[in-house]
């Protein structure tokens, strides 16, 4: 039987000269590579210690030495999900007008194969202990239309859960479905960033949410965010209402 370490390879058969240029290119190819990487490496922002503060702090020094999680993927979800949870009492003051903790925030990786849902799954089960009630029916997918947000926390007959923090592991299908013609879902998510009121006025039946309280969780990574989101939505202040944090 022959063994691996017998069988010839392809620069075997071919003359020396194009064996040479062979092993030049692979050699450079190698090197281009090892430089990306180092590049990549250097130029990849790295978590302040200052962002390290107070409680969310403390639970990511926590959480981080049992984790593959990017520790900025933890701070950011955690802001997140107790943002969404403590609801829209809790403000601070820009002038007149109130911003509670609706946060909308997207983590930024370089590739899909990134750990950015494991700082989810950490999240979600500190928060399950902290306030089963939002984790079982705050939360929630599916950013597919403007109508389907203000449905989740619309007004009601019976009590409705206005904290309503949507998760979209695939951010770069809300651009795509925000960029349709047509679509509300930009409009209505900028409007829930800025006032807890919604309401559609075009169907038969209008559908109204007061008091909505709505955060946005999104994974996408670096090159579907370039190549994903339009001008058109930078200018209009979508884009504005995100905090894109870079993770690994």
Known sequence: ?????????VGAFLPSS???????HADRDRQREADGRARSEASWPVLDPAARYGLAGKVVELIEPHSEADP????V???????????????????????????????????SRGRK????????R?????DPGWSDNG????????????ASVADGEEPVEKRRMFYEPEFARVLGVAAREGSTLSAVLRDAWD?????????KEKLVATGAHVSVMAHITVEELRRRLPDTEIANGYANRFLFACVK
């Open 139 to 150: 939360q929630g997918g599916g950013l597919a239309s403007g109508e389907g947000v203000i």
């Open 18 to 24: 194009r064996q040479s240029e062979a092993r030049r």
């Open 77 to 111: 979800d955690f802001l997140v999900a107790v943002g969404s949870a403590i609801g829209p009492g809790p403000h601070a003051l820009a002038e007149a007008a109130q911003h509670p903790a609706r946060l909308y925030a997207v983590l930024v990786g370089e590739t």
């Open 195 to 203: 006032s807890g009121t919604l309401r559609v006025t075009t169907r």
């Open 117 to 124: 849902g494991s700082a989810r799954s950490q999240i979600q």
């Open 1 to 9: 039987m022959t063994s691996a370490d017998q069988i010839p390879t």
């Open 72 to 75: 900025a993927a933890l701070l």
């Open 126 to 130: 500190v928060m399950r202990a902290a």
